[in-house]
């Protein structure tokens, strides 16, 4: 086997026969890649913390020659620990929401650098506790075009126009609905958050914007994004059900 080395994150680790792992890493040169981890949880190892969840590290690994075989770990440097998730429930549940959406939903050894920014973008802010909410929601919505997802943005779904304001986002087929196309029995909503949704596709929002955001646009937006993922992508897990039956997003009507 030839060595490799590449920059991750962590996103799964599994103890098995008590001293060794099976670890899942998000890296920029490979995409999602496994690999084991001999004597990792010996007292003695030096690769302990660069090989905790959500920390980012430079590995080096024995590279199988088949991807779904698993490559070997050689040695671990971690470059950046992550440990302030760890102190917010929610917040660890918000990356651990993108974690496993990320290990569901890709291919292993699939090169994909923009979904490793997203991801590493996402821990930066959620470990500085920047907005995490509304950072998991953009995360949430910024990923979907990875999955097969589109929402129609740039112009009315029904006439195919674009125009500078549209009634409503229609929420059963993803798209912009212009006042020419709208019908009595679309639900409408107000025309700030309207515009927002417009903006989703277009600008990458700084903390002093996001914080301008009224929080139960936000809140709409998830409640629909998890359902887009369950019933559209057929992306689904235990925590992404947890948030859905948070009581502030099932009361959530409208905005
Ligand atoms: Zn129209």
Partial sequence: MSTTSFKGIVLNS????????VLTIFSDKYGKIGMVALGVNKPTSKNKYALQ??????????????????????????????????????????ISAIGKIIEQATLDRQKNFRIYTI??????KINLNENPFSNFVLTLFKLIQFFGGDWI??????????YKFYRAFNFEDYGLVCPNCVREDDSIQSAEFVSYVM????????????????IKYHIYLVKHLLNY???????????????????????????
Wanted: hydrophobic share 30%; glycine share 0%.
């Fill in 14 to 21: 599994i103890d098995y026969e008590d001293n060794h792992q």
């Fill in 53 to 94: 969840t959500f920390n980012l590290s430079e590995f080096e690994i024995f590279k199988s020659r088949q991807k779904h075989t698993l490559s070997k770990l050689k040695t671990a440097v971690l470059i950046k620990d992550h440990f302030e998730i760890t102190k917010n429930y929610d917040n660890y549940m918000y």
């Fill in 199 to 214: 903006k989703l596709k277009t600008t990458n929002l700084e903390t002093d914007e996001i914080q301008i955001v009224p």
């Fill in 153 to 162: 943005l740039n112009q009315c779904y029904r006439c195919y126009r674009s």
């Fill in 119 to 124: 991801l590493l973008n996402f821990l930066e």
């Fill in 229 to 255: 993922y369950e019933q559209t992508l057929g992306i689904w897990n235990p925590i992404l059900e947890q948030i859905k039956e948070k009581e502030f997003v099932k009361n959530l009507k409208n905005v």
